[in-house]
């Protein structure tokens, strides 16, 4: 009965669900952390070390703390909407997981919940959904700076999707494919894409900040001027939920990095530049690739501790006037190189 | 003073070099020495004079050597002392002694730390201590009683022994 294929199949779907699951639920209060001890240290304190080993335990006092809190619902809050935005912001993260191949193969289980055939649009597609979350949040808390916060958070977002986008075309250009397992196994024989499109993984990166609100593009927040944005009104989980989704958005984007650019799972020499067909190479891909993922992660909190904030019009002008254009210029150069070689 | 704006290189213009040399900046400072001082476990190094929580203290033959003027509370400038004036005992080493403080109440919630208490005191019975952790949970905690500034305060080693001679 265990042999069964179709059981099988479903049997390996739980055991990537529990899995995807395990590794943002446990990578993702620890990215919190690792965010407090990096800080400190580029700020030359030592952070938070004192629960647990080093600070271990600290995400877990933090869960509590949270948990505890008196989960506050204003008056003037339109309820339904606000208790519905910090699922819908920490949602569509863990739905880009989904097409996201984390590793090549375990055994006869591939490491992709979905090979989908149009994975990166199905990707690029549900995680712009968070933005309606921060939107809909600055919406219902029905006062001023969660408004502004909200606001800027959409008008950003729409700024950046679009470059997002359009710098990902040569990528798709070049592979032929817009699944995610036939894109990283085509860096896995032609080398990481990162290297034949320097200025697409700049602007797909930057604008992936602008995306996950981080700093330099955390306007929406932006504590100093509209003290917290968009989560000003929320308390307790709900606060919580923002939180994480905001660190499940970070880790969804270095994952998005990773497979696009960096080459997923693969390293470029034997036997990690082949799909597995033994255990212990599919879990090394596995952990090449969160390897890879936290080398992101990290990239993310250390521009976050270096660059300060842009202003509302250098981030629009940003956008607009330098990623729009050169990533539509990057799809006409690429082109014509292609051109000229399948010509020549 | 009108400062001139500088004017801007291409390079500069870029932006990216700044940033990456920025990056560069923060990440030199992720090995660096901290500054954080580990609290409970290190304690900060205090000034010689440092005033900290006004104790009472004995004499080298284990007399109290207050004996209950009420200097100290008349100059203490928030009224954190109270002193209740009693006698001492007729017979033993405090024979000879004047008046000693039945209780000795300072109020640690209302204490400044002046110090003027210390230079009051005739017969160099109040010394304000090195010891600055005094919170507790209640008001009432925080007066301190004669039992417990006696305690803090120990045994004064001075050279002159004024009750010895009487």
Redesign the interface.
């Known amino acids: 009965m265990w042999t069964d294929p179709a059981i099988l199949e479903w049997i390996f779907i739980l055991v990537k669900i529990i899995v995807i699951f395990g590794l943002v639920l446990s990578i993702v209060p620890y990215t919190v952390l690792a965010e407090r001890r990096?800080c400190a240290?580029?700020?030359?304190?030592?952070g938070p070390n004192r629960v647990g080993f080093q600070g271990l335990l600290q995400p877990i006092a933090d869960a509590l703390k949270l948990m505890l809190k008196e989960d506050m619902l204003s008056n003037h809050v339109h309820k339904v909407v606000f208790t519905l935005a910090p699922a819908l912001v920490f949602m569509p993260s863990l739905m880009v997981l989904a097409v996201i191949p984390w590793g090549s193969a375990i055994g006869p289980m591939t490491c992709v919940l979905s090979d989908m055939n149009a994975g990166m649009l199905f990707a690029l597609a549900v995680a712009s959904f968070s933005v309606y979350g921060i939107a809909l949040a600055g919406w219902a808390s029905n006062s001023k700076y969660p408004f502004l916060g909200g606001m800027r958070s959409a008008a950003q977002m729409i700024s950046y999707e679009v470059c997002l986008g359009l710098s990902l075309v040569p990528l798709f250009m070049q592979t032929g494919s817009l699944n995610l397992s036939a894109i990283v196994e085509y860096q896995t024989q032609h080398g990481w894409l990162m290297l034949y499109h320097p200025v697409a993984c700049f602007i797909f990166i930057t604008s992936l900040f602008a995306e996950c609100n981080r700093t330099p593009f955390d306007l929406p927040e932006a504590e100093q001027e509209l003290v917290s944005g968009y989560n000003i009104e929320y308390s307790s989980l709900k606060f919580g939920l923002f939180f994480l989704g905001e660190y499940a958005n970070m880790l969804v984007a270095s994952a998005l990095v990773t497979t696009l650019f960096l080459g997923g799972w693969s390293l470029p020499f034997a036997p990690f530049n082949a799909p597995a067909t033994v255990i212990w190479v599919g879990l090394a891909h596995v952990g090449i690739f969160v390897a890879k993922v936290c080398a992101m992660l990290f990239l993310f909190i250390?521009?976050r501790?270096?660059?300060p904030r842009f202003r509302y019009d250098q981030l629009m002008a940003l956008g607009w006037k330098v990623f729009f254009p050169l990533a539509l210029v990057n799809i006409v150069v690429v082109a014509v190189i292609m051109a000229c070689r399948a010509n020549l | 003073m009108i400062v001139e704006r500088p004017k801007l290189t291409i390079w500069d213009r870029l932006y990216m070099p700044q940033i990456l040399k920025g990056m560069w900046i923060t990440l030199k400072h992720i090995p660096m020495k901290r500054f954080t001082r580990q609290y409970p476990e290190e304690t900060p190094p205090l000034p010689k004079r440092y005033r900290g929580v006004p104790t009472l203290v004995r004499d080298p033959e284990q007399r109290v050597k207050c004996v209950a003027c009420q200097l100290c509370e008349f100059v203490c400038p928030p009224r954190a002392i109270t002193v209740i004036p009693g006698f001492r005992a007729e017979t033993g080493p405090d024979a000879k002694v004047e008046k000693e403080p039945s209780d000795f109440i300072i109020d640690m919630a209302r204490c400044i730390y002046c110090g003027l208490c210390e230079e009051a005191c005739p017969e160099e019975a109040i010394f304000l201590k090195k010891d600055y952790a005094m919170a507790s949970y209640t008001r009432e905690q925080m007066k301190l009683h004669k039992e417990k500034l006696l305690e803090l305060g120990g045994i004064h080693e001075d050279r002159i022994c004024k009750w010895k001679k009487k």
């Open positions: 990096i240290w580029i700020q030359d304190r030592v250390w521009v501790w270096t660059v």
